[in-house]
C-alpha cells in the first residue's frame, strides 16, 4: 500500500487545483454528450449518427496526437492546458446555440476532439511532475475514481433534467462547469521552468511516436489498452437505442462500476496485486455484455453492465507499466498517445457499434462487440507477457527517475499481465 493517500495528495494545492479542474471537465463532458446524443437522435432516428454524437470526437483525437502531441512536454504546459480549457468553453457554448446545422455540430465536435489528446497529454504531464513516481497511480485512479463519479452524476443527472430542460439548456449548464474549469486550472496550477527545452513541433511528434511504437512489447501495451475498451465503450454508445428509457440507467451503472473498481484497484491494491489482476479484469469488462444479447430486465441488464464497468480499472497496471517504460522528458507526449489512442478506439467502437446495429438486432451487436473484445484481450496476452519479462531482465532499459514503479509493476506483470 502506498503512503500516497488521497487526503495527502489533495493537500497539494497544484495537485488539488488539476484534479477539480479534471473533475469538472468531465462532468461538463458527460452532460454534453448525453444532450448532444439525445438532440442528434430525436432530429435523424439514426444510430450510426447517434453513436458517433456521443463519441465522435474520438476520431480526430488521434490525429491530434499525431501531430501536436510534442507540445505536451513544452517548456509553458499550464498555459497550454488552460487555452485548451478555453477552446473547450467556446465549443460547448456553440452547441448550445439552438438551430445549429448538424453538420456545423459535427465539425464543433471534431474539431475539439483533435486538440483533446493534447489536453490529457499536458495534464498527465503535468501530473507526473506534480506527484512523486510512487503517488502517480494512487493520482490516476483518485482522477478516474471522480470522472466516474462525474459520470455517474452526469448521466443520471442528464436523464432527469432532460425531463425539465431542452438539450440546448443542458449545454449550456456543461459550458459553465467547463468555464469553472478553466478557472481553476489558471488560479491553481504553476507553469513547470524545470522542463529542459525543446522545440516541439511535427517533426518532434512523430520522433517520438516512432520510438515509443518501435517495441513489440509496447505496441502489445497500447492494444490492450485501446481495443478492448473502445468496443466495450461501442456497446455502451447503443444503450440509447437498446434501452431508451433506461439508458441513463445503464450508462450510470457503468460508470458506478468503473468508480468502485478503480477505487478498488487503485487505492487498495499494490503495484504488484494491480498487475496479477490486470487479466482478469480485461476479462471481466467485456464478459457481462454478452448477457445483454438475452433481453434480460434493466435491473439484470444494470447489474451486468456496472459489474463490466469494474474491468475498465485494468487500464491502471497497464498504464504503470507504460509509464515505466517511458523516459522523463516524453512523459506527457507518450501518456498522451496511450490517451489518444484510447480515445479514438472508443469513437472506432462507437461507430461500428452503430454501423453494425443497421444490419442487426441492437443486443446482437452488443454481443458480437464483447465477443471480440474477449478475444482481442485472450490472443495477445502472451506477448504483454513477454514484455513484463523482458523488462526485468537485468540490464532492460527502463524509464528514467521511474525506477521504483519499474520495480514493483515489472516483476508483478510477468505473471498477472
Known sequence: MTGHGYLALLRQR???GLYAGFTLLAGAGTLSGFAL???????TGSPFLTAVSMYGSS?????GALTLMS?????????TLVALHLLALAAVSAQAVPGLPLAARFALLLGVGFFQSLGTGTRMGLLAEIVPPDGYAPAR???NVTAGGASVLGFALGGALLAVLTPYQLLGAA???????ALVVAATVRERSVRPPRRPGLRETWRGNVELLGRPGRRALLLNLWVPNGLVVGCEALFLLYAPAAAGTLLAASAAGMLVGDLVVGRLLDAARRARLAYGLRLLLAGPFLLLAARPPVWAAALAVGVAGVGFAATLPLQERLLALTPQAARGQVQGVESAGRIAWQGVGAALAGALAQLVEVRWAIGALAAVSLLVTV???PAVVREGAAAVRPGATGAAGTAGTA???GTATVGGA
Open 379 to 381: 490472443v495477445s496476452r
Open 14 to 16: 497544484e495537485f488539488a
Open 175 to 181: 459550458a459553465g462547469l467547463t468555464a469553472l474549469a
Open 71 to 79: 507540445l505536451a512536454d513544452g517548456a509553458r504546459p499550464r498555459r
Open 141 to 143: 485512479s483518485l482522477m
Open 37 to 43: 446524443g439525445t438532440l442528434v437522435r430525436a432530429r
Open 407 to 409: 520495480g514493483t509493476a
Open 59 to 63: 476520431f480526430t483525437a488521434v490525429l
